[in-house]
């Protein structure tokens, strides 16, 4: 079964968009954030290869190995990070962009999930269920390159007592 993945996620935080793109100069750092990841290798200049540990329920029996291979551009003048899916890896693809708002950090994920082997009796809950994982992982996503940006802010409030 295919399943969509449509996902718009935000986290309030003070992250500017200079410390935002500061982050994007060391791309692999950025990507390596991502949760879940158990292989990221770079396979042409600013695309990489994503071999993710098993998302999903093995209890339910709707779970993925996700693999897939995006080629991501800084845009220096939006303070955006973009990708885009590359078609002949893996079994999911996945476009988006991550970038600050107004109030924080925002990431939007579209793409699909291929091939997932679902239980016929799980087919109506399983698209659920799947983009509510994919949802979870951009939230840690999100809080793992928030303190990544503000690192002192994070030692700071760890000591005080």
């Known amino acids: 079964m295919n399943v969509q993945i449509d996902l718009s996620r935000k986290l309030e935080t003070d992250v500017s968009a200079g410390e ?3 982050l ?9 954030k991502f949760p879940k990841v158990k292989k990221l ?14 998302i999903g ?14 080629r991501f551009e800084v845009d220096k003048s939006k303070g955006e990070l973009h990708w ?3 078609n002949d890896v893996g079994n999911t693809r996945f476009n988006g962009v991550l970038r600050r708002g107004s109030k924080g950090l925002i990431v939007e994920i ?6 997932v082997p679902i239980p016929l ?11 509510g994982k994919f949802s979870a992982l951009a939230d840690v996503w999100l809080q793992r390159l928030a303190a990544a940006a503000k690192p002192d ?7 005080a007592a």
Do not use: N
């Open 20 to 22: 935002l793109l500061a």
């Open 24 to 32: 994007f100069d060391d791309l692999e750092s950025v990507l390596r």
């Open 41 to 54: 290798g770079l396979i042409a200049e600013d695309s990489y290869r994503f071999e993710m540990q098993t």
């Open 57 to 70: 329920s093995s209890v339910a029996k709707i779970a993925h190995d996700a693999i897939f291979a995006c």
């Open 84 to 86: 885009k899916a590359l």
């Open 110 to 115: 579209k793409g699909d999930v291929l091939d």
């Open 121 to 131: 009796m799980y087919r109506l809950v399983a698209p659920a269920f799947i983009q």
């Open 153 to 159: 802010k994070k030692k700071s409030a760890g000591t």
